[in-house]
Every structure is written in C-alpha cells, then in structure tokens.
C-alpha cells in the first residue's frame, strides 16, 4: 500500500506523517483446536472475515442477546414451504445481512439454489475483503433434516 506525502509535510525524504495503515484482521479459530502449548489458533485476514461471514449468515434472528436482527436468519427458510418464498427473498436477506453487519467485506455475488425435493438451501457468496483486497468465495449447505 503506497504512502502519500504532500510538500506540505516538509522533507518528503523522511515520512512525518503516516496518512494509511495496514489493519489485520484476527479472530479465534471456532474449532477451539489446541496448539502444543494448551492456546487455541488463531485466524487472521481472509480466513478470520471468512469465518465472521459464515457465522453472521448462519446466525438467526433473536440469537445474539440485545441485537435481535443481528444474523443472516437463513435457516428460517428451511422450514417454510417452499412456494413462499424464492431465491431472491435469499439473496436480499444475505446482501442485507452482509451490508449492516460486515464491514470488512464488500459483497460481490450471491446466488441461491433451493433444492425442494431435497429440503436444502446452497448460498454462494463471493466477496472482497476491503483492506487485502483479496476476493472471497463461501458456499453454505443448508439442509432440513426429517
């Protein structure tokens, strides 16, 4: 990422002024594995905002304690019947999840597949990170057991 000085700044040999920085992003690994010394791993830059992702969308609404609209809620459409809603209703509750809770990725695509004969869902959701730059593509599975 490039530094930008103005002559403002004086000698613009020596920077005075940082005007951007480099933020990485690190998130504990969900799985809780152990390393050798009894700490968990870590996760950090695409892998943690991928990690966020999944959980937000995979998160249903009254879940998270004072944030009731907190989450994607995309199991609630495994239990309606499947004529009342489509794939777009889908799509608009995933780019809207992604829009007011994930700052640190911008949504690219996503597309919805309902499989109705066999009680499941498939979202794929490409998107970029903001501060790698680096694009990210999640597929989710959701199926409705019997």
Do not use: C, W
Not at 87 to 104: G, H, K, T, W
Request: proline share 3%; charged share 25%.
């Amino acid at each position: 990422m490039a530094r930008v000085f103005s002559i403002e700044d004086g000698t613009l040999d020596t920077a005075g002024i940082t005007v951007s920085r480099n933020k990485v992003y690190r998130d504990l690994d969900l799985t809780f594995a152990k390393k050798g010394d009894g700490d968990v791993f870590k996760k950090s830059d695409a892998a943690a905002v991928k990690q966020a992702v999944k959980n937000l969308l995979l998160t249903n609404f009254g879940e998270k304690p004072f944030t009731p609209r907190f989450g994607g809620n995309l199991n609630d459409f495994l239990f309606n019947l499947d004529t009342e809603f489509d794939e777009l209703e889908i799509e608009d509750a995933v780019m809207q999840a992604m829009a007011n809770f994930e700052p640190r990725a911008v949504l690219r695509d996503v597309t919805a597949t309902l499989l109705p004969d066999q009680n499941s869902v498939n979202v794929k959701v490409i998107f970029q990170i903001v501060n790698i730059q680096e694009t990210q593509e999640l597929s989710i599975n959701l199926t409705r057991l019997r």
